[in-house]
């Protein structure tokens, strides 16, 4: 975890007596200006402490500090300023985010103890941060796992819809494309709660249409309780909303008071339905315009510029003899044991995980070699 410190100042001599008066005792780079800064964020980062005088040309230090805020929020930010008036504080803690101000001129070793508390601060919210996303990621496969084994065919559809909601997120400039592609994977999560039964039930029948109608909302409360994963939860939630208002839940938001995340699984995961039936993206995406309604425009515009304009020929399905399996490989077909178990379902794009498995079960159970796949 580093310790690195940035002092800014657009006095040369100023920057330089703390850099002599310091160096034995702080990882210290220095910065003339909010310019030069920003390039040290770039080229010399991260920091744990930015240190920036208020009154610099150009930039002042309550620009430079509201742009590393935006850039690296886990970044602790002190000021050096000969003002200290109302204005300028509270300024600074609402644009900038200020950990500490010093007032100028300030000795270097009360500059080394403030910069040495920001130090401590940057460590303990790094690893809270740490811990947080360390549990949040296990917690993700775990539901991931627990879907997998439940409905093993609306996992594999998951994953090829997830990388699709991510390219569709990115094309529309959205900022929680990470959220808007766990949405997508674990979208089916509330079917754990469901009777087999009823998952592998004729889903055309009213009865089980009704039933299925409510695991979104199961999804979603199971989801929401894990930190972090509230947005996560809503595109789950509103995963059937139609653009136009319709699908469960009802009452519910419609047009753009839907979550973009959802809006954008709701449209990818119809066209990639689609399309496997109709086996043509092109008359996928035509349909979609066809029975625009439940759609949000923007999103299939975005889908078309993402899958609507391709120039290579769609990969040739081939058998593949078990040792020669890669990575990135899709199954075109279920794989099954010789009594009818499923071992992975068809549409799985293969990782390392998948094909040690298949090598462990190949020990164990008959397995089908070669195994049919796209090779992407």
């Known amino acids: ?199 592998n039930a004729d889903h055309s029948r009213p009865q089980a249409q009704a039933i299925l109608a409510g695991f979104p909302e199961i999804g979603a409360s199971l989801i929401q309780a894990i930190p972090r994963m509230e947005l996560v939860a809503e595109i789950i939630r509103y995963q059937a909303k139609g653009f136009d208002g319709s699908g469960p839940p009802a009452p519910g938001p419609e047009g753009i008071d839907i979550p973009i995340g959802a809006r954008i699984l709701r449209a990818v995961r119809d066209f990639t339905t689609l399309e496997t039936s109709r086996q043509s993206q092109a008359v996928a995406l035509e349909e979609l315009r066809l029975h625009a309604l439940p759609y949000d425009p923007v999103v299939l515009d975005a889908l078309q510029a993402c899958f609507g304009s391709a120039t290579e020929p769609p990969p040739t399905p081939c058998l593949v003899p078990l040792c020669a399996l890669a990575p990135g490989m899709i199954l075109t077909a279920d794989l099954l044991t010789s009594s009818g178990q499923l071992i992975l379902a068809r549409g799985l794009r293969l990782g390392a995980g998948h094909i040690k498995l298949l090598q462990n079960l190949q020990k164990l159970l008959e397995i089908t070699d070669p195994i049919p796949v796209l090779q992407s």
């Open 1 to 199: 975890m580093t310790k690195k410190i940035l002092l800014v100042d657009d006095d040369r001599i100023i920057l330089t007596v703390y850099q002599r008066a310091l160096r034995d005792i702080l990882e210290l780079d220095v910065a003339q200006g909010g310019a030069e800064a920003l390039q040290m964020l770039d080229h010399s980062g991260p920091y744990a402490v930015v240190v920036a005088d208020m009154q610099m040309p150009g930039m002042n230090g309550l620009q430079l500090l509201a742009e590393v805020q935006a850039r690296c929020p886990d970044m602790v930010r002190i000021m050096l300023t000969a003002n200290t008036d109302q204005q300028t504080a509270a300024d600074a803690v609402n644009q900038g985010q200020v950990f500490r101000f010093l007032s100028k001129p300030c000795p270097p070793e009360d500059l080394a103890l403030a910069v040495r508390a920001g130090v401590r601060q940057f460590q303990l919210v790094s690893a809270e941060r740490e811990l947080l996303e360390g549990t949040l990621t296990g917690a993700i496969e775990v539901l991931a796992g627990l879907l997998a084994s439940v409905d093993p065919s609306a996992f594999s559809l998951g994953l090829l819809v997830r990388s699709r909601c991510g390219e569709v997120a990115r094309r529309m400039g959205c900022s929680d494309v990470w959220a808007i592609e766990v949405g997508a994977m674990l979208a089916p999560i509330g079917k754990i709660a469901l009777p087999q039964k009823i998952i």
